[in-house]
Each structure stands twice: as structure tokens, then as C-alpha cells.
């Protein structure tokens, strides 16, 4: 059964105890917890759950008297990053690893971060053409000398932590898509895989459903998330947008509400394709639709898992 959880960053304006009772009210199974880095981590304080095993108890039986399990903790942010917040990350994700030890959670989603181009860049560099010599240096530089070295160690640690690593197919790092997925993988533990986003799948051109096909058991987890591609501004700029998310009138696409930019057959067909390739793990509802208020897009999203889900309806 593919159990509903929510990533709850989209409620991070309720207390914890007020987000758990909204959360179990809609009829979510279980929920994913920001760690820090890119979260403000609005339900988890890292820190003291670490160092207070009497904090820990609280915590989780706060979640058990409303039958809500933790699906995954959360520590996306970028841990390749060359300037300071890149250690600052890293600390984070070990934090993480070692929470999700104590807490018994089984799965960590994170980033796979992306560094500079060279050993001298201060800032990260996502290559997405390789045109010129360089560009192909640059990015020998950072599959050897940066990416592959980290998670051979985080797969260490995973390991050691009795954890999975989920690695989120996100836009400007990386591991982006299926294809960087399967090469990582040759090279690290099989206990890093994938969060797939099909959303992140849809803005970049692909086809999540072809995706999910191509990655097998590499799928450790995966988010509910959808785009719509605005009419008139994808077809005239195309896709690769650097307007800010919040300035939704003017880009070519945008995250929405479930639905919202793929209908519910189009979400039956990925959830049947998902099971097809022997995923039965958790779906986790990421809601980023900025053109809607987040308990409302909470909601509609949630109509719509509900009716694409393999499974009976509540």
C-alpha cells in the first residue's frame, strides 16, 4: 500500500500539535519533517532531539496518539556548495542521518547539492551544455573529485544508520534525472537512490512516467508534486526560466496544486506505472502552488491523490 504523507513545511505557520491534528484530520498516514538547511525546520528542533532521548519520546508520542508514522526526514539544501554553507550543510545531512537512527525512520530525502566548477570557484556551477572544453572539464571535476567521493561516504553512514538515502531529482544540482541517478549509482552504495519528483521530471521536458520505468528499484521514495507549463510563455520563451518563483504571471511554468497541471488520469497512469515497477513505498505531498493558500492547496491536492492512488478510497 502507498501510504499519504505530507511534507509539512507547507503548514510550518501551525505549532507542531496544530499541524499534526490538521495533518491526521485531512487523513494523511504520516508525514515528512524538514531537518534544516533549505527547511527553517518550522515542526523538528535537530539539535535537541539529538542530544535529549526524553525530547525524542515526546516527539513521537505526540505523533503516535494521532496514528501518524514519519515517512522521512528532510535535509535538502546543498552540501557541495564551495563557500562556507557547504560545511554548514554537510553537518546538517550527518545531523539528519544520525536523527533518523534514533527515531527509527527508515528514509532520508536530501539533495545531491552541486559544487563549483573548480577547485577555485566560490559559487556553484550547474552545467547543463557541454559546448566547450572547459565545460567538460568542469564537470569530470565535479562527478570525481566531488560528487562521487561525498556520497560514497554518506552511503557509509547511511549504512551505519541503518537508513536509506532518497536523493531528490531536483533542477541546478546534479543528480537531476534518471540517467545521473543510474551513473551515481555505479560508483556508490545502493542504499542512496532516488526521491522521485515527477514534477522537477516535467519542467525540465521529460516524461515521469518513462522515468519511473527507466528507474527501477533505484526509487526509494517519492513526492507528489505537479507543473502546469503556461500557455503562450512556454511556447515563446521555452522552459529554462529565471523569473522568481513568486513572479508565477511571468514564467513559463509553475508548481501548482495536484491536478492542477496534470489531471487525475494522468496521475492514475503514474501511480499504476509506479506500482508496475514494484515501488509500494510511501507519497509524499509536496504542495508549492503559490497562486493558492496552503491549507486550501493542501486539499485540492489531497482530492486528487486520493482518487490516483492505487488503493481504496477513505
Known sequence: MMQMSLVTDILGYLP?????????????????LGCGNWSKAPHLRLDELLESE????????ALARRNLSISALNCSGNQLHPGPSGAEHRAVVNKTFRLAEKLGVKTVVMMSGCPGGSPTDQIPNWITHVILPEQEQALDYQWNDILIPYFQKAGNLAKDCGIKVAVENLGATMIHN???????????????????????????GGDPIAAVRLLGDAIHYMHAKDVRLERTLTEANGLIDVYRMDEISKRSWNYVALGHGHDVQWWKEFFAVARFIGYAGPVSLEMEDMGMEPLTGVKKSLTTLKLALPRDLD
Open 178 to 204: 534518471p540517467a545521473n541517478m543510474l551513473r551515481l549509482r555505479q560508483h556508490v552504495d545502493p542504499v542512496i537512490g532516488m526521491n522521485f519528483d515527477p514534477s522537477h521530471h516535467m519542467w525540465m
Open 16 to 32: 507542531f500539535e496544530e499541524m499534526l491534528d490538521t495533518v491526521s484530520g485531512l487523513g494523511f498516514e504520516a508525514v515528512e
Open 54 to 61: 526524553l525530547a525524542r519520546t515526546s516527539f513521537s508520542d
